[in-house]
């Protein structure tokens, strides 16, 4: 049901939930409410202002070219989530509009935030976690 529903799935325990697109269609934000969440964090080529709009949530772009090679820095995100994490300002929201790239940033998120884990360990437990992100190219790694 959830897999249908394409539920945010939870990839750090109560900080870190990875969706797309289809997650923030509802415009009461109903699931995202009921999860917690405090921090949005999207690439997408234009700013969704339904979010942008919201008092409940704190929202951060990031502009991407979906169906091109994305330029965005990885880094950046990857950091800014984990900033959001160490502060403690509540669970945080990533996606983008295939749920591709946003999985590519969970992955550098689990790599920085579990030193011991590897490239491959971290994609494979993202894949778990969202199966779209088997479609992630090598490129984004």
Known sequence: MRAEARYPSEIKSGLLFLGNMISILDKNNEQLRKLGIKTIVYLAPDKFEHLENNQDFTCHHFEVKEHEKP???IDLVAGL?????KEQK?????FDISGILSAAVCVKFMIESNRAWSKEIATAFIINKKYEAKDMPSWLY
């Open 71 to 73: 330029i965005f820095d």
């Open 81 to 85: 989530i984990l900033n959001v994490i």
């Open 90 to 94: 509540g669970p945080v929201f990533i």
